[in-house]
Structure formats: C-alpha cells, structure tokens
C-alpha cells in the first residue's frame, strides 16, 4: 500500500512539475536539461567551437543543450560533441553516441580513440550508478564514478577546459571535492532548481587544470 501510495504522488507530482512541462514544451527529452542550462549560465561554459564530451549521456538531454550551445549565428554547428552511456540513446543531429560502460577500459578506449587526440574543452557528467540503499557501498559507488570522470578530463581537457559531474551529498563526498582541487584551479558546488530539494544531488564544476598535469 505504501509503494502505491508513494508512486501516486510521485506521478501527481512528475505531472505538475513546472520543468517536466518546460522540457515538453521545448522538446527536452528530461527535465535534467534546466539543471545543465543553469550551471552553463552560472559559469559562463560551452561556446560554439568547444568539444564536448557527455557521460551518461541517455536520455540525451544534455546533449540537446550541447548541441544548442554549439549553433552559431548561422545556425551552423562549430566544435564537437561526443556522448556515451551504457543505455542506448535516440539519434541526435550533429552528435556522436558511443554505448557501452564507461568503467570498462575497453569502452573507455573507444572514447579515446574517437577524439583521435583532440583535446576537450568540458567534461559533462550526468553518470550516477545504480544504488542498493546499503550506504557505504552506494558511497564506494558513486566515489567510482567520480573518479573516472575526473580522471578522464584530467588526462583530455584543454589547460583552461572544464568538468561538470553530478555526485552526491553524504560520506565520501568531501574526498570527491579535495580530490577535485589537488588537480584543479577552482571548483564550486552547484545545486540548480530543477534539481529536486530531497535529492542529495550537487553538481561541482572544476575549472583549470593546475601546472603540474
């Protein structure tokens, strides 16, 4: 009874999310699009002629602001956008999708060889695993998928290019940012409307890799 109880409100409340009707509205695939638009403005990232690069990219909505960031004023797209998730992904114009899982070396050399040497300007980062509700496992978890992440752009970025990666709030997440800093110039916590007040969702944005990568 409560599992039907909970999934009612949520369905009442997915149905009166003002960002659920934006995203209809403007052909979004996810709400998850307004928290990326917001931190982009906030920080002043991604320009036409960037090369971008989107983990746990599916559904796609991230890559749908990329690729809307990329336009010109021509309506042409200038620079590169690659996405990757373990989940397939509907096609989008002037994007490249790599399935497969990115903690597999194998897939994460599919990765590099797509960029064919090409260096990143940002790193965008929607990955989350799947949790089990045991906390210090679900914590080792996430840490994981923040670490490839950001050892990813660390190996790939442009000197003054830049990471944007969801994680979560909770034990390990201190590590995640000192981690961030030992490599980076600046990096902030970031937590846009649309993501969900309850959600231990925060996005940080590290900025600059330091002389010594």
């Known amino acids: 009874m409560a599992k039907k109880k909970f999934s009612k409100q949520w369905v009442n409340q997915h149905i009166n999310d003002p960002y ?40 796609g909505s991230w890559s749908q602001v990329a690729r809307e960031r990329l336009l010109d004023k021509e309506g042409e797209i200038r620079g590169r956008i690659i996405a990757m998730d373990m989940l397939p992904m509907e096609p989008i114009a002037n994007v490249t999708f790599l399935e497969g ?8 050399q599919k990765l590099v060889d797509e960029l064919d040497g090409q260096r990143v300007d940002l790193v965008i980062s929607d990955m989350a695993p799947n949790l089990s509700g045991v906390s ?42 000192e981690n961030l800093k030992r490599d980076f110039i600046r990096v902030v916590e970031r937590k846009p409307k649309a993501s969900r007040d309850r959600s231990s969702e925060t996005f940080l944005v590290a900025k600059g890799l330091k002389q010594s990568q």
Not at 36 to 54: A, H, N, S, T, W
Not at 101 to 108: A, K, P
Not at 139 to 147: N, Q, Y
Request: hydrophobic share 45%; with cysteine; aromatic share 6%.
């Open 20 to 59: 659920v009707r934006q995203a209809q509205q403007r052909g979004y695939r996810a709400r998850a699009a307004f928290k990326l638009i917001e931190i982009l403005d906030q920080e002043k990232l991604m320009r036409p002629g960037d090369v971008v690069v989107d983990l746990g990219a599916a559904p």
């Open 101 to 108: 899982d990115f903690r597999e070396d194998s897939v994460l």
């Open 136 to 177: 210090s496992a679900d914590s080792a978890r996430i840490a994981h998928v923040c670490e490839l992440a950001h050892e990813f752009a660390v190996a790939h970025l442009n000197p003054n290019g830049a990471l944007l990666m969801k994680a979560f709030h909770g034990s390990g997440f201190s590590q995640i940012v």
